[in-house]
């Protein structure tokens, strides 16, 4: 009777620990994804890899990927993108306010990959000749905040990747929720920050000894 009673107590404890570290965790794990809002898009780094698994699951080939960036208040995050998605593109269209920003960059892909970067002043009537004109591999990656509205994007046609309008979120491990439209796509990410199994030495003895 008393070794029935023990157990009973041994795992009631068990499940009153479980309880303060599941909470400990959806506290971490809501504090990242603040984080995360905070810092803009956390993921632009990674925009070459998760754009190379969306173009595979659209079956669009990188060479036929022609991204049109429409530029925001951060034009050094559209840069940033930009020098990474270049390598092996046969186009590239931005859409900015401030063109003399990126004419050294054109210059270069020029001059390094023959690449030619088309560079326009935002304008709705430039935004509405470029998708009257829809071609396979046309994907929009509009860097504009939520409080920005350039364009009214026909998502039915046309790959639409919002950049910072719609948050990306962890979705487990290292996947990542990328909005793609009025849908998400779930792509594999990197480690951006070490990751621990366990919040601490306790809690780690706790279920490596749970049987």
């Known amino acids: 009777m008393m070794g029935k009673n023990a157990f009973s107590v041994r795992d009631a404890i068990k499940s009153f620990l479980k ?7 959806e506290t971490e794990t809501d504090g990242l994804w603040e984080d995360e809002k905070e810092e803009g ?4 780094d990674q ?14 080939p990188y060479e036929a990927f022609a991204p049109i960036l429409i530029d925001g208040r951060e034009s050094n995050d559209t840069l940033m993108v930009a020098e990474l998605l270049s390598r092996d593109l046969n186009r590239l269209v931005v859409l900015t306010e401030r ?32 998708l009257s004109k829809i ?9 504009e905040e939520a409080d920005q509205d350039f364009a009214d994007v026909k998502f039915e046609k046309i790959l639409y990747i919002p950049i910072f309008k719609r948050r990306w979120e962890s979705v487990g491990n290292l996947d ?7 849908n998400v796509m779930i792509v594999r990410g990197h480690e951006m920050r070490p990751q621990q199994r366990y919040s601490d030495k306790f809690e780690q003895a706790f279920y490596e000894n749970e049987y």
């Open 135 to 143: 071609s396979y591999g046309n994907v929009i990656l509009d860097f």
């Open 19 to 25: 309880n303060i570290f599941n909470k400990r965790r």
């Open 99 to 130: 063109p003399e920003y990126f004419e050294a960059y054109a210059d270069n892909m020029y001059e390094e990959q023959g690449l030619i970067v088309e560079i326009f002043l935002k304008d709705t009537r430039k935004i509405d000749g470029l």
């Open 176 to 182: 990542i929720a990328v909005p793609i439209g009025y």
């Open 41 to 44: 898009n956390p993921y632009l």
């Open 47 to 60: 925009i070459r890899d998760i754009m190379e698994q969306v173009l595979e699951m659209k079956k669009i």
